[in-house]
Nanobody, 125 residues
């Protein structure tokens, strides 16, 4: 399975973006999916995760109430809807897949064994 993220861009503070991550292959539904981000000079951090059947979703405290993770297993896609964006949300966003059936989704990078290439999100003040 390979992951391809898209949807990043430049947006003003308070605006919205929706990221999408499309998986190739036929086993997408068996992966717990996560979104991570990495700002310049900082470590990659967990943003959101969703279980295989969408029964559980986990968010970093910094994005709760503003970001929503969802998935459509029929089209092998996971989304990250980002609303009320702030300059501190500026980062490269990565989607990742965890082949273990963890509930709730893991927040540690090491739990994820598939990674997409990243998409840049820039929020101007």
């Amino acid at each position: 399975v390979q992951l391809q993220a898209s949807g990043g861009g430049l947006v003003q503070a308070g605006g919205s973006l929706r990221l999408a991550c499309v998986a190739s292959g036929h086993t997408f539904g068996s992966y717990v999916m996560g979104w991570f981000r990495q700002a310049p000079g900082k470590k990659r951090e967990f943003v959101a995760g969703i279980t295989r059947g969408s029964s559980r979703r986990t968010y970093a405290d910094s994005v709760k109430g503003r970001f929503t993770v969802s998935r459509d297993n029929a089209i092998n896609t996971v989304y990250l809807q980002m609303n009320n964006l702030k300059p501190e949300d500026t980062a490269v966003y990565y989607c990742a897949g965890d082949s273990a059936p963890r509930i709730p989704p893991a927040q540690e990078m090491g739990a994820y064994d598939l990674w997409g290439q990243g998409t840049q999100v820039t929020v101007s003040s």
